[in-house]
C-alpha cells in the first residue's frame, strides 16, 4: 500500500514569512522564491534536504549549462512551475516513503528479521557507540518516529553514514555515505529559490537519480552485488548507502529492516559542494572537519596557489555574484573517528565580494599564514613555559603541560571570532594591517591569560618573565612581517 | 604617586644636619617589626599624617625609609631592585643570588622585611626608592603584578625595562 508521498505531505521544514512549516517537495520548489530557507536545527538534514531538492531539480530543469543561463535563470526570480510539476508527476510513484514495490530511498524486501530502531539513522541521536551529544535515546525501546522526521532522518543516514562494521547480507564492512567525511559547503542566497540556483552548478552529466533507475532489490545488495560509479550530481546527492526498510506501525515508525546498500565504485568525479586540497605527495583529498579547529582556519589547504580546489558551488556563486548575487557561505559537517560520530558542525561565514578571485585569494592565503605563523610563535612560548615550570622533564611530559595552557585555545577562539569580520570586509584598503592587529590583540590577550594561568609562585614568575621574552619575539615578529596584500 | 611624595620627604630630611642621627635610627629600625621602632617614628609619621595610611601600607613607608638609610639615601631613578639584583648576579655568577631573589619573590608579610633588607644589602650602587615604595605598597594584591614585573625586570633584562615601568604605573 503505497502511503505518505514525499512529493506532496509536508515533511521538508521551511522559514516562510517568519514562520516555521512543513512542506512536500514539490512545493518547496515550486514556490521556492516564497520561502526564506529550509530551516532546521541539524546542519546534515540542511546539507541533506538541499541534496535532494538540487538533484531533482537537475533532472527537471532544462540544463544550465553556463553562467550565463543561470544568470537567466537567476533573474527568472522562480523555477518554472511546469518543468517541475511534470517531472514530478513522471516519477510520483517513486517518492512514497512506503510502497510495496519502489519506497523511497529504501529496498523493499529486506530480510524483516534483526530489526534495527529507527534512531539507528541519525547521528545526533546515541546509538551503538556513539558519544551521546545531543539526546539519551536507547536502543531497547525506540521512541515512534512521526513519518516526517524518519523520511528526513533516512536522508541524511544515506548522505552522511560512516563506514564501519555491518555485518548483514554478506557485508562485514559498509562503505563512506558520500557525505561521511568531508565538509559540504551550502551557498546561501537570501530565499530558497537564490540558494539553489546558488548551488545548481553547470553539469555536464548530472547522471541518473535513483528515482528514475530500476527499483534496489536485496538480492543487488547482498555481498555488494552491484558497484555504481561515485559519480553525476543525480545520483551522489541521494545515493543508496545503505539498504534500509521502514516499518509502517499505522501512525510512525519504530523499527526498520537495514542492510549494505550499493558499492560506491571510487572515479575521478568531485563533489560540487566539497572542497579539494593536496596533500604533500599530490593525492587529493576532500576537505574535512576537525574537532580542534574551525573550518576557516583550513580554508588556505583549498585555495588552488595551494594546490587545492574551491568546492564548484563557491566558485559558481562567485561567478553570479559578480553580476550581482549576494550570498553567504554554510559549512557542514560531522566531524568522524571511524565510525563514531564525535560532533556535528555549522559554520556560517560572510563571502564578500571578488573572494573567488586570484585578489581575494591571495589575501586570504596571506591572512590566514599571518594566523598560522603567530600561533606557530605561540607554540613555541608555550614550550617554554613548560620547561621553565617543570623544569628537564621528557618531551611528552612538557608537550602535556604545554597543551595544558590557556594561549594557544584563547589565541584561535579570539581569531575565530574575529574572521568572520575579516572576511566581510576583505576588500576594504589595508585590511591586512587590520587583521594582523587582531592577531596581535589575540595573542597578546591569551598570553596575559596563559600568565594568570601559570601561576604566581616565584618558580612560576621565573618561567613567565623567561617565555616573556620568546613572547616578544613572536610579537616582534609579527609586527615586522610584510603583509602588502 | 606616594612614592614620589614619600622620596622627597626623605630627601628633605637627608639634607638637614640631622640626617647622621635619623640614618642610624632609621637603620636600627631595620631589626625591628617595621613601625615597631619608636625613636623611627619622629622622621615616619609627619609624613604619614597627611597620607593617613595604616596597616600593612604603614609598614611599607617604615621599611622603605628604613632602607633609604641602609644605602645612605642614594637613589637613582629607574634601577629597581630587581634589576640591580640581577647586575649582582651578573656580577658574582653564582646561583645563590637567584636563589635569594625567587625567596624574595615568594616572601609573605612575615618574611618580607627581613629578605628585603638582605637583598639590598647585596646590590651595589643606588636604587629607585620611589619605585621600590610603589612596588610595596602593591606587594600583597592577589594579581601579584608585581612580583610578576620583578620576575621579568631580573631574568628579562634589559628588553622588558621600559614597558615595565609603564606598565607599573598604569595598573
Given at each position: 500500500?503505497?502511503?505518505?508521498?514525499?512529493?506532496?505531505?509536508?515533511?521538508?521544514?521551511?522559514?516562510?514569512?517568519?514562520?516555521?512549516e512543513?512542506?512536500?517537495?514539490?512545493?518547496?520548489?515550486v514556490?521556492?522564491?516564497?520561502?526564506?530557507?529550509?530551516?532546521?536545527?541539524?546542519?546534515?538534514?540542511?546539507?541533506?534536504?538541499?541534496?535532494?531538492?538540487?538533484?531533482v531539480?537537475?533532472?527537471?530543469?532544462?540544463?544550465?549549462?553556463?553562467?550565463?543561463?543561470?544568470?537567466?535563470?537567476?533573474?527568472?526570480g522562480?523555477?518554472?512551475?511546469e518543468?517541475?510539476?511534470?517531472?514530478?508527476?513522471?516519477?510520483?510513484?517513486?517518492?512514497?516513503?512506503?510502497?510495496?514495490?519502489?519506497?523511497?530511498?529504501?529496498?523493499p524486501?529486506?530480510?524483516q528479521?534483526?530489526?534495527?530502531?529507527?534512531?539507528?539513522?541519525l547521528?545526533?541521536?546515541?546509538?551503538?557507540?556513539?558519544?551521546?551529544?545531543?539526546?539519551?535515546?536507547?536502543?531497547?525501546?525506540p521512541?515512534?518516529?512521526?513519518?516526517?522526521?524518519?523520511?528526513?532522518?533516512?536522508?541524511?543516514?544515506?548522505a552522511?553514514?560512516?563506514?564501519?562494521?555491518?555485518?548483514?547480507?554478506?557485508?562485514?564492512?559498509?562503505?563512506?555515505?558520500?557525505?561521511?567525511?568531508?565538509?559540504?559547503?551550502?551557498?546561501?542566497?537570501?530565499?530558497?529559490?537564490?540558494?539553489?540556483?546558488?548551488?545548481?552548478?553547470?553539469?555536464?552529466?548530472?547522471?541518473v537519480?535513483?528515482?528514475?533507475?530500476?527499483?534496489?532489490?536485496?538480492?543487488?545488495?547482498?555481498?555488494?552485488?552491484i558497484?555504481?560509479?561515485?559519480?553525476?550530481?543525480g545520483?551522489?546527492?541521494?545515493?543508496?548507502?545503505?539498504?534500509?526498510?521502514?516499518?509502517?506501525?499505522?501512525?510512525?515508525?519504530?523499527?526498520?529492516?537495514?542492510?549494505?546498500?550499493?558499492?560506491?565504485?571510487?572515479?575521478?568525479?568531485?563533489?560540487?559542494?566539497?572542497?579539494?586540497?593536496?596533500?604533500?605527495?599530490?593525492?587529493i583529498?576532500?576537505?574535512?572537519?576537525?574537532?580542534e579547529?574551525?573550518?576557516?582556519?583550513?580554508?588556505?589547504?583549498?585555495?588552488?596557489?595551494?594546490?587545492?580546489?574551491?568546492?564548484?558551488?563557491?566558485r559558481?556563486?562567485?561567478?553570479?555574484?559578480?553580476?550581482?548575487?549576494?550570498?553567504?557561505?554554510?559549512?557542514?559537517?560531522?566531524?568522524?573517528?571511524?565510525?563514531?560520530?564525535?560532533?556535528?558542525?555549522?559554520?556560517?561565514?560572510?563571502?564578500?565580494?571578488?573572494?573567488v578571485?586570484?585578489?581575494?585569494?591571495?589575501?586570504?592565503?596571506?591572512?590566514?599564514?599571518?594566523?598560522?605563523?603567530?600561533?606557530?610563535?605561540?607554540?613555541?612560548?608555550?614550550?617554554?613555559?613548560?620547561?621553565?615550570?617543570?623544569?628537564?622533564r621528557?618531551?611528552?611530559?612538557?608537550?602535556?603541560?604545554?597543551?595544558?595552557?590557556?594561549?594557544?585555545?584563547?589565541?584561535?577562539?579570539?581569531?575565530?571570532?574575529?574572521?568572520?569580520?575579516f572576511?566581510?570586509?576583505?576588500h576594504?584598503?589595508?585590511?591586512?594591517?587590520?587583521?594582523?592587529?587582531?592577531i596581535?590583540?589575540?595573542?597578546?590577550?591569551?598570553?596575559?591569560e596563559?600568565?594568570?594561568?601559570?601561576?604566581?609562585?616565584?618558580r612560576?614568575?621565573?618561567?613567565?618573565?623567561?617565555?616573556?621574552?620568546?613572547?616578544?619575539?613572536?610579537?616582534?615578529?609579527?609586527?615586522?612581517?610584510e603583509?602588502?596584500? | 604617586m606616594?612614592?614620589?611624595?614619600?622620596?622627597?620627604?626623605?630627601?628633605?630630611?637627608?639634607?638637614?644636619?640631622?640626617?647622621?642621627?635619623?640614618?642610624?635610627?632609621?637603620?636600627?629600625?631595620?631589626?625591628?617589626?617595621?613601625?615597631?621602632?619608636?625613636?623611627?617614628?619622629?622622621?615616619?609619621?609627619?609624613?604619614?599624617?597627611?597620607?593617613?595610611?595604616?596597616?600593612?601600607?604603614?609598614?611599607a613607608?617604615?621599611?622603605?625609609?628604613?632602607?633609604?638609610?641602609?644605602?645612605?639615601?642614594?637613589?637613582?631613578?629607574?634601577?629597581?631592585?630587581?634589576?640591580?639584583?640581577?647586575?649582582?648576579?651578573?656580577?658574582?655568577?653564582?646561583?645563590?643570588?637567584?636563589?635569594?631573589?625567587?625567596?624574595?619573590?615568594?616572601?609573605d608579610?612575615?618574611?618580607?622585611?627581613?629578605?628585603?633588607?638582605?637583598?639590598?644589602?647585596?646590590?651595589?650602587?643606588?636604587l629607585?626608592?620611589?619605585?621600590?615604595?610603589?612596588?610595596?605598597?602593591?606587594?600583597?594584591?592577589?594579581?601579584r603584578?608585581?612580583?610578576?614585573?620583578?620576575?621579568?625586570?631580573?631574568?628579562?633584562?634589559?628588553?622588558?625595562?621600559?614597558?615595565?615601568?609603564?606598565?607599573?604605573?598604569?595598573?
Open positions: 500500500m503505497a502511503k505518505f508521498n514525499l512529493i506532496e505531505e509536508p515533511w521538508i521544514p521551511v522559514l516562510r514569512n517568519g514562520r516555521v512543513e512542506v512536500g517537495i514539490r512545493e518547496a520548489l514556490n521556492a522564491h516564497t520561502i526564506t530557507r529550509i530551516e532546521t536545527p541539524f546542519p546534515l538534514e540542511e546539507a541533506a534536504l538541499h541534496r535532494l531538492l538540487l538533484a531539480l537537475y533532472r527537471a530543469l532544462p540544463p544550465v549549462r553556463d553562467k550565463y543561463e543561470a544568470l537567466a535563470l537567476w533573474e527568472r522562480e523555477f518554472d512551475r518543468s517541475i510539476e511534470g517531472y514530478l508527476e513522471r516519477y510520483r510513484d517513486r517518492f512514497y516513503l512506503f510502497h510495496e514495490a519502489t519506497p523511497f530511498l529504501q529496498i524486501d529486506l530480510p528479521e534483526d530489526l534495527l530502531p529507527w534512531s539507528k539513522l547521528p545526533q541521536l546515541a546509538n551503538g557507540n556513539n558519544p551521546t551529544l545531543f539526546d539519551h535515546t536507547v536502543d531497547k525501546d521512541p515512534l518516529a512521526s513519518y516526517p522526521e524518519v523520511a528526513r532522518a533516512l536522508l541524511v543516514h544515506q552522511f553514514a560512516p563506514g564501519g562494521l555491518l555485518r548483514r547480507l554478506g557485508v562485514t564492512s559498509a562503505k563512506d555515505a558520500p557525505l561521511a567525511r568531508p565538509a559540504a559547503f551550502l551557498a546561501m542566497g537570501t530565499d530558497l529559490f537564490q540558494t539553489l540556483v546558488l548551488n545548481l552548478v553547470p553539469q555536464e552529466d548530472p547522471g537519480p535513483i528515482w528514475e533507475r530500476k527499483p534496489l532489490r536485496t538480492q543487488d545488495v547482498k555481498g555488494y552485488a558497484r555504481w560509479p561515485l559519480s553525476g550530481v545520483v551522489v546527492y541521494v545515493w543508496p548507502s545503505r539498504g534500509v526498510l521502514l516499518v509502517d506501525e499505522g501512525q510512525g515508525v519504530r523499527w526498520m529492516g537495514y542492510g549494505p546498500g550499493v558499492e560506491p565504485q571510487e572515479v575521478a568525479w568531485r563533489d560540487p559542494m566539497v572542497a579539494y586540497r593536496k596533500d604533500n605527495r599530490g593525492a583529498f576532500p576537505l574535512r572537519l576537525s574537532m579547529r574551525s573550518f576557516w582556519r583550513d580554508f588556505g589547504a583549498m585555495l588552488p596557489a595551494a594546490g587545492g580546489a574551491w568546492p564548484a558551488v563557491l559558481h556563486a562567485g561567478e553570479l555574484e559578480e553580476e550581482g548575487a549576494a550570498f553567504t557561505l554554510r559549512v557542514l559537517g560531522q566531524v568522524s573517528d571511524q565510525a563514531k560520530i564525535l560532533d556535528i558542525r555549522r559554520e556560517v561565514y560572510p563571502i564578500p565580494k571578488g573572494l578571485t586570484p585578489k581575494g585569494e591571495l589575501l586570504l592565503q596571506r591572512a590566514l599564514q599571518l594566523a598560522e605563523d603567530a600561533a606557530k610563535g605561540l607554540r613555541g612560548v608555550a614550550w617554554r613555559v613548560a620547561q621553565g615550570v617543570l623544569g628537564s621528557d618531551a611528552s611530559e612538557l608537550q602535556n603541560f604545554a597543551n595544558s595552557l590557556p594561549l594557544l585555545s584563547l589565541y584561535w577562539a579570539q581569531l575565530d571570532l574575529d574572521f568572520t569580520d572576511l566581510s570586509r576583505l576594504q584598503e589595508g585590511i591586512l594591517d587590520l587583521w594582523r592587529n587582531r596581535l590583540k589575540a595573542a597578546q590577550r591569551a598570553w596575559e596563559t600568565r594568570r594561568f601559570v601561576g604566581t609562585e616565584a612560576h614568575l621565573r618561567a613567565l618573565a623567561e617565555s616573556e621574552r620568546a613572547f616578544r619575539g613572536v610579537v616582534a615578529e609579527l609586527r615586522e612581517k603583509v602588502k596584500g | 606616594s612614592g614620589k611624595g614619600f622620596l622627597e620627604w626623605l630627601e628633605a630630611l637627608r639634607s638637614h644636619r640631622e640626617w647622621t642621627r635619623a640614618r642610624a635610627v632609621l637603620r636600627r629600625s631595620l631589626a625591628f617589626d617595621p613601625g615597631g621602632y619608636p625613636p623611627a617614628m619622629p622622621y615616619v609619621e609627619p609624613f604619614l599624617q597627611k597620607t593617613g595610611d595604616d596597616g600593612w601600607r604603614r609598614e613607608y617604615y621599611l622603605v625609609a628604613g632602607l633609604f638609610a641602609l644605602k645612605d639615601g642614594e637613589h637613582r631613578e629607574g634601577r629597581t631592585l630587581a634589576r640591580a639584583l640581577w647586575e649582582a648576579k651578573q656580577a658574582r655568577q653564582s646561583d645563590s643570588q637567584e636563589k635569594r631573589f625567587l625567596a624574595l619573590l615568594d616572601a608579610r612575615d618574611q618580607i622585611a627581613h629578605r628585603l633588607r638582605q637583598a639590598v644589602g647585596l646590590v651595589e650602587g643606588a629607585d626608592f620611589a619605585q621600590l615604595l610603589e612596588d610595596l605598597l602593591r606587594w600583597f594584591d592577589p594579581r603584578r608585581v612580583q610578576a614585573r620583578w620576575a621579568r625586570e631580573f631574568y628579562g633584562a634589559e628588553e622588558v625595562r621600559k614597558e615595565a615601568l609603564a606598565e607599573g604605573q598604569g595598573s
